[in-house]
């Protein structure tokens, strides 16, 4: 990062934005730097998977949900990603359609189930989505939530993101997120992390100075750190993000995060 735009940067931190305040909010679990980037980057795939197989699966039925549709998991497969449409009801899904999206991110045919009886895994997981989908704080940042979940790294239970999402195409939702880590049955919520002290969305165009892309900027109240919903922001948005976190500065530029020393003033 060239020393025009890290000034520019470090500006911005002081400047901060427009935010819905609320309480401030217990600190958050962290992992390491390399998993921080590691769980982001999966969070991102699973959720543009599971956004490419919709759009596959609402082509093949005129633009509307087919009838009996409950919702889906996702389950990867190698350097795939399959996403399963359940139907049935909540407490008795079974599988309905499936669509394959490959490592490029592009979605398969849409074909139906062959076997309509869900694994325990996946019968866990679509049941963790349903748990954390209840238990939501009262900070609600977003209209829509999408989510993602995942096997947990460090216990046996799983993770599941609850991600603010918008359909505004320069609306970036830097706030309002959530981590629950459920129980390995997808039954019970064992904790419920805020993942920002409060609402705040971006403007994308933000992230032009002077013709260059410099980033968005934000803070972390929750962490020392960033964490997993900054690296899925910044894949996603396809941009860096700077965060301040405690008394440092850290970039996010995909799945990489660093820390950015400032330069000395003489």
Not at 169 to 182: D, E, K, L, T
């Amino acid at each position: 990062m060239n020393l025009r735009i890290l000034f520019f940067v470090i500006a911005l931190c002081a400047m901060g934005g427009p935010v819905v305040a609320q309480e401030r909010p217990a600190p958050v679990q962290t992992f390491s730097i390399e998993e921080t980037g590691r769980l982001g980057q999966a969070i991102w795939r699973q959720d543009v998977a599971a956004a490419r197989a919709t759009d596959a699966l609402l082509a093949q039925s005129d633009g509307q949900a087919p009838q009996g549709l409950i919702g889906w998991i996702v389950t990867p497969e190698g350097d795939t990603q399959r996403v399963r449409f359940l139907a049935g009801e909540p407490d008795a899904p079974r599988a309905f359609k499936d669509v394959v999206v490959d490592a490029q991110l592009k979605a398969g045919a849409v074909v139906d189930a062959v076997d309509l009886e869900l694994s325990p895994d996946e019968r866990a997981q679509f049941a963790a989505r349903n748990t954390a989908a209840q238990a939501i704080g009262p900070l609600r940042c977003a209209a829509r939530y999408n989510a993602v979940m995942l096997k947990d790294p460090e216990g046996e239970g799983w993770l599941v993101w609850l991600l603010a999402s918008t359909t505004q195409a320069n609306v970036v939702p830097m706030g309002g997120h959530y981590r629950f880590h459920i129980s390995a049955d997808g039954k019970t919520v064992e904790k419920r992390e805020q993942l920002s002290g409060s609402c705040l969305d971006m403007d994308r165009r933000q992230a032009q100075q002077g013709g260059q892309t410099v980033g968005l900027v934000t803070s972390i109240l929750v962490a020392p750190q960033p964490l997993e919903v900054h690296v899925f922001l910044s894949l996603l948005n396809r941009l860096p993000i700077y965060a301040m976190a405690g008394d440092k500065l850290w970039e996010v530029q995909g799945a990489r995060i660093r820390e950015v020393t400032p330069p000395t003033r003489r």
